[in-house]
């Protein structure tokens, strides 16, 4: 079976508070899981980038519904399209905002560090990938 995968950047709506914000991430943890859909979830500041892999028709019903999520707005698709090899064993997330107030989440340093471990660049097999890669860079001000 062929891969799908998908890239996109958004921003958090202001208002999302801590605890809608950690059943978002519940839920999309069980959701994916279900569906076998692997990727990662970033959400730096107030920015949010996602990279998503699986069968077809669900990364675009995913999508789909992603796009009308009113929890963000401003949704760029940056790349889509069929990939041999899906690049993340499961799916992932990471993040920092400093107004969401939890002591579980990780400081900006730490998820800086945590970032340059899985995007070593093993991960630019593809197109889909590399065009994560390269806004993360960017998002992060990486210099290479
Ligand atoms: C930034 C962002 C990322 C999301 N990522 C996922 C995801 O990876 N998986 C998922 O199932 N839902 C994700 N959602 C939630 C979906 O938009 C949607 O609410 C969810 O799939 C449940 O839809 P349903 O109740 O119609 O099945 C995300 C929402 C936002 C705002």
Known sequence: MKIYSLVYVSTM???????????????SYINNHINDITGVLILYKNK??????????????????????????????????????????????????????NKTLTTEEELKKNLLTFLNKDILKNRITTVFYNKIMQIFEIQE
């Open 48 to 101: 949010f980038i996602q990279i998503i892999e699986g069968e077809s028709s669900k990364i675009k019903l995913l999508f789909s519904k992603i796009k009308v999520d009113n929890r963000h707005y401003a949704v760029q698709l940056l790349a889509e399209g069929f990939i041999e090899n899906r690049s993340f064993q499961d799916w992932s997330m990471a993040y920092y905002n400093p107004s969401i107030k």
């Open 13 to 27: 709506k202001e208002n999302l508070s801590e605890i809608k914000f950690q059943e978002l991430m519940h839920s």
